[in-house]
């Protein structure tokens, strides 16, 4: 039930702190030490390549999850939008494993992939927020979300924790593979959740900014690097999926490349800086644009902020970024959509499951 919320929106994104100190629980031991499932950790150790197949957010999340397997597991990954992957599979590794990663478990399109995947007698774990449903149930393995059923067809909760189950098993994969994390992954999604509480308490602040850039727009871009790349992708498919409002997210160095030719008068470029060796680059493309005529708006971190930022998020590990730099982006969104009209919870065309390919 929504309670005294207005839309289960506003009430899945508020519930994204708890959602964090739940993983956090479920995967701990007695000992307080995050744990896997051993036959996991042995798919994960035995594989050469391990590739994620997704759709919409959670194609966004497995883009954020490439980087952690990668870059704590020393595992290469490859990630796929499902719909794609079916029609025209790429050449796989030798040991290829699997991962899908869906809120209900009930997307057509990944259950595709799926199916060919067991025919090629390859392994598969299924990330997903509903235990018993069809992706988790027809995998060898199942990893839950824990965030508790998500209603409004924008998924808010589910990515975040989407995130945050990749981090875990990137993390625990490492240390059985012997390899040095260097932080302690425990202790940092927890300041993880505190800080999300903060910026929850911060909603009249992204109601401002919704106003102010857009009200009235007609369009807006996302742009960032890295990490901040992949969540300007999610902050677009948010707010296109429920203001209508015509959005898109673009790796900074991309926009002279093309994109750039779009900015006009007064276009809102929303541009996130949460990374400290791409924080120059992507502030040189926020002037390339606003010399063209664009309002920026950036969102950095703490850390990284200077006078002309918009909104700074607080400080968390720099590999963990996303889990927050999102929720401005998510409130944003809800709060365009508001200002417009536009019926939150359940956008025109689009359904919360989508079950047909
Ligand atoms: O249930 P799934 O995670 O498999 O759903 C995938 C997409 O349909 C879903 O994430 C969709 O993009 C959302 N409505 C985005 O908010």
């Known amino acids: ?11 899945e994104i508020d ?36 590739y994620i197949v997704a759709c919409g957010t959670s194609y966004h ?42 809120q209900s478990g ?9 199916v060919e995947v067991k ?8 990330i997903t927020n509903v235990p018993g449903s069809t992706l988790s149930r027809e995998a060898d393995y199942t990893l839950l979300l824990h965030a ?34 260097g932080f302690d992954l425990v202790t940092e999604l927890g300041i993880v959740a505190t800080a999300m509480e903060a910026l929850c308490d911060q909603k009249e602040e992204m109601e401002e900014i919704a106003r ?47 994109t750039i030719a779009l900015i006009e008068e007064g276009t809102p470029v929303i541009a ?8 120059l680059s992507i502030r040189g493309n926020v002037k390339e644009v606003a010399a063209r005529g664009a309002n920026p708006c950036i969102i950095s971190m703490k850390g990284l902020e200077t006078e002309e930022d918009r909104f700074v998020l607080p400080a968390v590990h720099e590999i963990l970024t996303p889990l927050v730099s999102v929720i401005p982006l998510q409130l944003i969104s809800y709060y365009a959509a508001l200002h417009r009209d536009c019926d939150v919870d359940k956008p025109r065309n689009l359904a919360k499951s989508v079950t047909v390919e």
């Open 15 to 50: 519930e994204q702190p708890l959602v964090m100190r739940k993983i956090i629980q479920a995967y701990q031991n007695d000992q307080n030490e995050l744990t896997i499932d051993a036959d996991i950790l042995a798919a994960m150790d035995q594989s050469d390549r391990v």
């Open 212 to 258: 102010e850039f857009l009200a009235t727009t007609r369009n807006c871009f996302f742009i960032g690097r890295s990490l901040d790349y992949y969540v300007g992708l999610e902050g677009a498919l948010k707010l296109k999926e429920i203001s209508y409002i015509q959005a898109e997210g673009f790796a900074g160095g991309e926009l002279k490349h093309g």
């Open 106 to 114: 009930e997307t057509a399109d990944s259950r595709a992939v799926l």
């Open 148 to 181: 508790g059923p998500e209603i409004a067809v924008a998924s808010t909760k589910a990515y975040t924790a989407q995130i945050a189950v990749l981090s875990i098993l990137s993390a625990v994969t490492a240390k059985a593979k012997g390899r040095e994390l």
């Open 1 to 11: 039930e929504k309670g005294t919320y207005p839309h289960y929106m506003l009430k």
């Open 119 to 126: 025919k090629l007698g390859h392994k598969a774990l299924t």
């Open 61 to 102: 999340a497995g883009l954020v999850g490439k980087q952690f397997i990668e870059k704590l597991a020393g595992v290469p990954v490859e990630v796929h939008v499902a719909s794609e992957f079916v029609y025209n599979m790429p050449l796989l590794s030798e040991k290829p494993l699997f991962i899908f990663i869906s």
């Open 272 to 279: 996130l800086s949460t990374q400290e060796n791409v924080d």
